[in-house]
Structures are given as C-alpha cells and as structure tokens.
C-alpha cells in the first residue's frame, strides 16, 4: 500500500477552499456520514499537519483557539531557551547540540515514538563513538522525550479542534475530507477503511 502524503495548501489556496461551497454526495447518506464516518471508532482519523500553521488555522479556527496553540509553541521555545541557559551554566557547548532536536521536531506532529526511539538509540551509539560523559547522554534523552511530549501536546491540541470543526456538520466535513484537510490513518490494522471506500467509491478521492 503507497505511503499517503497530504498535500501542501498555500494561504490563498486553503482561502479559496474555505470559501467554497462543496456538498456532501448524494450517494453518501447522512446515516451513513453519522453512524460509519463521524462516529465509527474503528476509523482514525487525522489531519494534515501542514495546515498547522497561523496564518492558515487563522482561516478556519476561531481566535481563541489559534490564541491558545500559540500559547503552546511559546512555552516550547521556553525550553529551547533553557537549553541555552544550561549550556551557558555548565560551560559546554555540547549542550547545544540540542537545539538541532528541539526546534526541528517540536510541534510539527511528525516526532513520533518511532522518530524518538531512532534518536535516542543514536545518541547511545554516539556515547561510545565520541566519547560523551554519560550525564551529557542522559541530558540529550531528556530532551527528545521533553521535545516528543510537547510536540504531541501542541499537535494533539490543533489537530482535535480541527477535526471538531470538520464533524460539525456534513457538508463542512466533505470540504475538509475531499481536500485532504483530514484524512483517514489506513495503516491502523483493520480493514475498515477498504470496507467504507468498496460501499461508497467517492472515499478513494
């Protein structure tokens, strides 16, 4: 099965999206939205992390709720500064080399637990390669989980309003599906997706 990519959508082209009109199908049933779509647990469904971005989720999201996940990527970038501050305190440049994994992956929704343990099984390899002390070790572990932790924290939090947002009604949420503004996760280890799109071929868009 190929690797599903959601689409990268400029300021102006997710405007226009938005400003659209783009029904339901009729061949899709509001039954059939309600109880096998918005509904159906064995789904999961996701969003396209490249619309986490202001000026983007400024088009959809209420002030609010972008007020709010800013609020979230500038208590990321507090740690980023504390990662300075500790360098500076400890006298070691070293320390520094956090930065390269902090801003990187800290909000983006793309530090998984697979990203994670891949670094962190790189910075145990390196202990022995370039001699790191073990405590400098443990201080670039602390701060993958700290950067996975925010990082889930802050994409969680846009990723369920604007799934909120998409289920509020039908007509918005074929806009947002039929855009790949959201879309459904078909490596999730059952066959429901298949099932939906054999039913209704309008799904596989």
């Not at 009729?26 to 969003?47: F, H």
């Not at 799934?163 to 879309?183: G, Q, V």
Request: hydrophobic fraction near 50%.
């Amino acid at each position: 099965m190929a690797i599903f990519r959601p689409p990268k959508y400029s300021e102006i082209e997710v405007q226009n999206i938005m400003e659209s009109s783009q029904p339901l199908p009729d061949s899709i049933p509001e039954s059939v939205y309600e109880k096998r779509l918005r509904d159906n647990s064995k789904l999961k469904w996701c969003i396209n992390p490249f619309l986490a971005r202001e000026n983007k989720l400024n088009l959809f999201l209420s002030p609010a709720v972008v007020k709010k996940w800013l609020l979230l990527k500038k208590l990321n970038w507090v740690i980023a500064l504390l990662i300075i501050a500790f360098s500076l305190f400890m006298k070691d440049n070293r320390i520094l080399w956090g930065l390269l994994i902090f801003p990187n992956f800290m909000a983006s929704g793309l530090f998984s637990i697979r990203n994670m343990i891949f670094l962190i099984t790189i910075i145990y390899t390196s202990q022995f390669w370039f001699g790191f002390h073990s405590q400098l070790v443990l201080y670039f572990v602390i701060i993958i989980l700290v950067t996975y932790i925010l990082s889930k924290i802050t994409f969680d939090f846009v990723e369920k309003n604007i799934l909120r947002l998409a289920f509020s009604d039908p007509n918005t949420f074929w806009k947002f599906y039929s855009n790949k503004f959201i879309y459904i996760d078909r490596t999730n280890g059952n066959n429901e997706f298949q099932k939906l799109a054999a039913d209704y071929p309008e799904l596989n868009t």
